[in-house]
């Protein structure tokens, strides 16, 4: 069983990442991500905390923006108008989830699609259905391609079966592993909690994708031998044992499964560190096509 750490993936990318840096600034220009958290959801904070030091370690410039639980939707739509106007900003990202008065799907329309490094703008998701390279795909689904051709698996007319139907990762990494190029040419599946007889269906894949968002739901019978599986679940469980009381599981049962499998992510030290690395990525890109460089 090979595990696939997602450390030293994101470590090549972000080597990619200097060197582009380099020669925008060299040209002078700097990459901008702006990233919106709205309330005081302790694993957003974290996550908003995470995207603004890699910012800082890489030499972007960086703003996190933080507004209180109760913002109204009219501030909310006022902080992105402003971000889209301001040329030093290439990437905005607000983050989710949301408090619950405030309309998702409204505030990731509002968002200039040419800043929109998450990839979830209706745009972005259409090119990323026409296979147009002009647009951002998701982080997350780009991150777990990213894993596969970095660790030479074969994705070329094999069947994937992704578990979950999220446009941030399910339905995103559909598209991605059913287009044409590197890491990707695959038959593709998609499953759901609502899928009849699920692990007939997960035990089908030579590739299966866990992102249902439910701890240690895919267990051994749903994994056949020989199969690559990639967790992107992260939830918390709580664990009276652990430091602060929780402990990080993927959505994978990793040590029902791990011993029948050609390769597996860990939780956490898998996905969720490519979705950072993807977002710098994004973001550099963002800037590059901004400036015609």
């Excluded at 301001?86 to 309309?103: A, K, R, T, W």
């Excluded at 069947?159 to 139907?165: E, F, L, M, N, S």
Aim: hydrophobic fraction near 45%; glycine fraction near 10%; aromatic fraction near 2%.
């Amino acid at each position: 069983m090979k595990l696939i750490e997602g450390k030293p993936i994101a470590e090549a990318v972000y080597t990619e990442c200097r060197t582009e840096l380099e020669a925008l600034k060299a040209e002078g220009h700097l990459p901008g991500l702006a990233v919106v958290l709205v309330g005081d959801d302790p694993a957003s904070k974290a996550y908003v905390g995470a995207k603004d030091r890699k910012c800082h370690e890489l030499g972007l410039h960086s703003i996190k923006i933080e507004m209180a639980a109760d913002t109204s939707m009219e501030a909310l739509l006022a902080q992105v108008a402003s971000l889209n106007a301001d040329p030093s900003i290439h990437g905005i990202l607000v983050q989710m989830p949301l408090p619950e008065h405030l309309d998702e799907d409204t505030v990731i329309r509002a968002i200039d699609p040419a800043k929109d490094v998450d990839g979830l703008h209706p745009m972005n998701l259409g090119k990323l259905a026409m296979e147009d390279p002009t647009g951002f795909a998701p982080c997350t689904p780009s991150g777990c391609q990213r894993m596969l051709v970095e660790c030479g698996i074969e994705t070329e007319g094999k069947h994937v079966v992704v578990v979950g139907r999220s446009l941030l990762v399910g339905k995103s990494i559909a598209l991605l592993m059913m287009a044409k190029g590197p890491g990707a040419n695959a038959t593709v599946t998609v499953a759901h909690s609502r899928t009849r007889n699920l692990a007939e269906m997960t035990r089908q894949a030579d590739i299966l994708v866990a992102a249902i968002g439910r701890p240690h739901f895919i267990g051994a019978d749903h994994v056949k031998s020989g199969a690559v599986v990639i967790d992107v679940g992260i939830n918390r469980v709580d664990d009276p044992e652990a430091k602060r009381g929780y402990r990080l599981v993927g959505d994978v049962d990793f040590d029902a499964v791990a011993e029948s499998c050609e390769a597996i992510t860990p939780v956490p030290g898998g996905v969720g560190v490519m979705t950072i690395a993807m977002l710098m990525r994004n973001t550099i890109r963002a800037c590059r096509m901004a400036v015609g460089a």
